[in-house]
Nanobody, 124 residues
Framework: QVQLVESGGGLVQAGGSLRLSCAAS????????MGWFRQAPGKERELIAA????????HYADSVKGRFTISKNNAKNTVYLYMNSLKPEDTAVYYC?????????????????WGQGAQVTVSS
């Protein structure tokens, strides 16, 4: 069982930066691949960044590539999402998720545990 708690969301102006954190409970965090999803009003939830259990392989959606960075600190049981050059279209609820296995997970069904979500609002 893994419990995930996101933090770091908020309101930022376009062009600004935010860092989201996702703290995980449990002693097996290092054996989970992690992902960040987001869901904007009226839209489906989408995967925007994913990382393997070792933290050395990543995957990004085209919409955030070059602006967002995912990283994983197994010693701190935490995964981060660094968001730069934010745009109004990045406004959404952001969720972290964990899935068993060593590889990067790119499908939603591969993730078993989910956080409660953190609101990110980017003003123009």
């Amino acid at each position: 069982q893994v419990q995930l708690v996101e933090s770091g969301g908020g309101l930022v102006q376009a062009g600004g930066s935010l860092r989201l954190s996702c703290a995980a409970s449990g002693r097996t965090f290092s054996t989970y691949a992690m992902g960040w999803f987001r869901q904007a009003p009226g839209k489906e939830r989408e995967l925007i960044a994913a990382i393997n259990w070792g933290g050395d392989t990543t995957h990004y959606a085209d919409s955030v590539k070059g602006r967002f960075t995912i990283s994983k600190n197994n010693a701190k049981n935490t995964v981060y999402l660094y968001m730069n050059s934010l745009k109004p279209e990045d406004t959404a609820v952001y969720y972290c998720a964990a899935g068993s296995g060593s590889m990067v997970h790119t499908k939603e069904y591969e993730y078993r545990y989910w956080g409660q979500g953190a609101q990110v609002t980017v003003s123009s």
